[in-house]
T-cell receptor, first 111, second 114 residues
Framework: LAKTTQPISMDSYEGQEVNITCSHNNIATNDYITWYQQFPSQGPRFIIQGYKTKVTNEVASLFIPADRKSSTLSLPRVSLSDTAVYYCLVGDANRDDKIIFGKGTRLHILP | DTGVSQDPRHKITKRGQNVTFRCDPISEHNRLYWYRQTLGQGPEFLTYFQNEAQLEKSRLLSDRFSAERPKGSFSTLEIQRTEQGDSAMYLC???FGGGRTEAFFGQGTRLTVV
């Protein structure tokens, strides 16, 4: 499994766009990039997934450069309720493997 | 509610006692995972099942931990002779397949060993 590196924590203000970057230098050809969000005292929740370029849904956007050695989760116009831990995961779709979490990025939104 | 259900939500036990947790996955999901999470850490993989087959058990897991998934439906996680270091949130997740498939998590069982 490719190792991922994320900032331990980030602060931002309400209404701002927040970008969380994840480094995965050893990503393999068949690997997908997935982000989960976890609120206190809850299980993680799937946010978005992508393979290359850009993916957007109602919650976030995921930007993946051509070399795929990093990815950026973008949260538009954050609110206090976006305060959570965000996990970047890399996994091989073809290997049907287990899901492994790192330490994640603790995002704190300030009023 | 058709999400992943875990029971109990909280458990306080004395050191040395056995505890058992239950997870009811989303009904059509064939993959089921167990994780343990302590404060400030990400979920730590414990074990996972494909239907009733246990595919892998973390090497970090001692022999005091055992999990079952009879008939490929609900799953139980048992901890024997609990220790204070077992205090954590135990999370269950299920998915339809593995790999890139989205996993759905329950709200967890918080275990406190006193």
């Amino acid at each position: 499994l490719a190792k991922t590196t994320q900032p331990i924590s980030m602060d931002s203000y309400e209404g701002q766009e927040v970008n969380i970057t994840c480094s995965h230098n050893n990503i393999a050809t068949n690997d997908y990039i997935t982000w989960y969000q976890q609120f206190p005292s809850q299980g993680p929740r799937f946010i978005i997934q992508g393979y290359k370029t850009k993916v957007t849904n109602e919650v976030a956007s995921l930007f993946i450069p051509a070399d795929r050695k990093s990815s950026t989760l973008s949260l538009p116009r954050v609110s206090l309720s976006d305060t959570a831990v965000y996990y970047c995961l890399v996994g091989d779709a073809n290997r049907d493997d287990k899901i492994i979490f790192g330490k994640g990025t603790r995002l704190h939104i300030l009023p | 509610d058709t999400g992943v259900s875990q029971d109990p939500r909280h458990k306080i036990t004395k050191r040395g006692q056995n505890v058992t947790f239950r997870c009811d996955p989303i009904s059509e999901h064939n993959r089921l995972y167990w994780y343990r999470q302590t404060l400030g850490q990400g979920p730590e993989f414990l074990t996972y099942f494909q239907n009733e087959a246990q595919l892998e058990k973390s090497r970090l897991l001692s022999d005091r931990f055992s999990a079952e998934r009879p008939k490929g439906s609900f799953s139980t996680l048992e901890i024997q002779r609990t220790e204070q270091g077992d205090s954590a949130m135990y999370l269950c997740a299920s998915s339809f397949g593995g790999g890139r498939t989205e996993a759905f998590f329950g709200q967890g069982t918080r275990l406190t060993v006193v």
